[in-house]
């Protein structure tokens, strides 16, 4: 059996269980099995009607405790696909050689990370700390909301990448330093330059 194929079953328990106690729950889903085994012993010790009901209503809370403990569907696809865009950075920084490999590593990663947000960024190289937030933002996500909530601070934060700010003057800092080791006077020229809007 696949791990699909256990899930049905086990929603199947579940929805049996509900219509046994005659308490409907509102969304039935597979990690409620747990409370299956609850019920059973509940209503195997049970001495009344009254007993029986108790057990229904203690299966009903634990079902639906369980149905709220589950992620939605659309957040847990879009976890995974920052959570693959942060193994391939690992794996493309684990092969880079140079400085610029490593920013390409970034980039795409940055890249990635908009992609799984429906998110464009033109900038990929200045988008690091953006696209990093966003990641820490999405693995903390419980709802539709927060994603939503995520992926509109990804949104304003590229937006906000524009030449002359912190962030990019940093960033720009660091690539020219990266490209001529040598040239480290020059490139903090630059950076005091561009932090002071010239």
């Known amino acids: ?28 889903v597979a990690g409620a099995v747990t409370c299956v085994d609850g019920a059973a012993t509940c209503a195997g010790n049970a001495k009344s009607a009254q007993d029986i009901a108790a057990c229904g209503q203690t299966f009903t809370k634990c079902a639906e405790e369980a149905s709220t403990a589950v992620l939605p569907p659309i957040v847990v696809t879009a976890v995974d696909g920052v959570a693959d865009c942060t193994a391939t950075l690992g794996t493309c920084i684990a092969a880079a050689t140079t400085p610029d490999a490593i920013n390409q590593c970034n980039g795409a990663e940055v890249t990635c990370v908009g992609k799984a947000l429906g998110v464009t960024i033109p900038n990929p190289a200045g988008g690091v700390t953006c696209a990093e937030n966003a990641v820490k933002c999405v693995n903390a996500a419980q709802s539709i909301d927060d994603l939503n909530a995520c992926t509109t601070s990804l949104n304003t934060c590229v937006t906000n990448l524009t030449q002359g700010t912190p962030l990019n003057c940093d960033i720009v800092f660091t690539q020219c330093v990266a490209k001529n080791p040598f040239n480290i006077f020059q490139c903090a020229d630059d950076d005091r330059k561009c932090h002071a809007g010239q």
């Open 1 to 28: 059996k696949t791990p699909g194929d256990l899930a049905k079953c086990q929603v199947g328990a579940v929805t049996c269980t509900a219509t046994a106690f005659a308490t409907p729950i509102e969304q039935t």
